[in-house]
């Protein structure tokens, strides 16, 4: 009787032994046979990054103490975020808030009330989960305007289909560009093979590893000078090397929501 008592343990070890080994394979699997978030139809990408903003459109003006950066918004693609960004800019909350990381020559984050990004006490969370949002038509050229992600949420069957829920927020990044050495033009052709997206980042600038990764709720087409500037402030020491808090207060006066005109002068 003992003896099957101490069998029947053992198989019931050895299956559940089994179904852990298993589950671990099928994540492995899904993990680097993982699917792209959206699928890419190449042909009919536009790059509306590149074109010059109509009237009537729907702009921001990021007022900081180094210089303005204007930037056409993209409702159409991002709405949830851009209504996220639209709200909390008409509201006031941008203002006087800081530029909190700055990536030598890669991009800059602002607009957050703390100096070192992190949110205030008693803040409104439901703004930080705005579900991310991506598109074929927005990729992470020099002048993107980025809702930074915030958290994801990720059940255990999220975690076998190596899927997940990605939020992003208030707090908003500026990309600069990488330096497209010929080591890095080559490693990018190499992973296309397409080079329609490839040629877009060596001619324009940008940030390929973050594509399809941030939702882009808008793009500069003023002010280059300014995001030259941000990318390149002398920052704080830091332990983790991950935290670039400039030394000195580099503040976002006020984000202005506006509509573009062609006479210059927007409304």
Not at 13 to 18: D, E, Q, T, V
Not at 26 to 34: L, P, T
Not at 213 to 233: C, H, P, R, S, W
Not at 236 to 256: L, N, R, Y
């Amino acid at each position: 009787m003992k003896k099957n008592v101490k069998g029947l343990k053992i198989a019931v070890l050895f299956c559940f032994i089994l179904f852990i080994i298993s589950l671990c394979f099928v994540a492995c699997s899904n993990y680097f046979s993982g699917k792209a978030r959206i699928e890419l139809d190449i042909d009919s990408i536009e790059f509306v990054q590149f074109e010059e903003p109509e009237e009537g459109d729907t702009i921001a003006t990021i007022k900081t103490t180094l210089g303005d950066i204007k930037a056409v918004l993209y409702p159409q693609y991002s709405p949830n975020a851009v209504q996220n960004f639209i709200e909390l800019a008409e509201s006031g909350y941008y203002d006087n808030t800081y530029v909190f990381h700055s990536e030598k020559g890669i991009y800059t984050a602002m607009g957050c009330p703390k100096k070192d990004g992190t949110l205030p006490d008693g803040y409104d969370e439901s703004r930080e989960l705005v579900e991310v949002e991506l598109n074929q038509n927005l990729w992470p050229f020099r002048g993107a305007i980025c809702s930074m992600t915030t958290t994801v949420k990720k059940s255990f069957l999220d975690f076998l289909r190596s899927d997940a829920t990605y939020y992003c927020g208030s707090r908003f990044s500026v990309l600069n560009s990488i330096d497209f050495t010929d080591e890095v033009k080559d490693e990018i052709y190499t992973y296309s093979s397409d080079t329609k997206i490839p040629d877009a980042f060596v001619e324009h600038g940008g940030i390929p590893n973050f594509s399809q990764q941030v939702t882009i709720i808008g793009q500069t087409y003023e002010g280059f000078d300014v995001i030259d500037k941000l990318t390149n402030l002398e920052v704080q020491p830091s332990s983790d090397d991950k935290s670039k808090i400039p030394v000195e207060d580099i503040m976002v006066i006020s984000v202005e929501i506006g509509k573009y005109s062609e006479s210059g002068t927007e409304k």
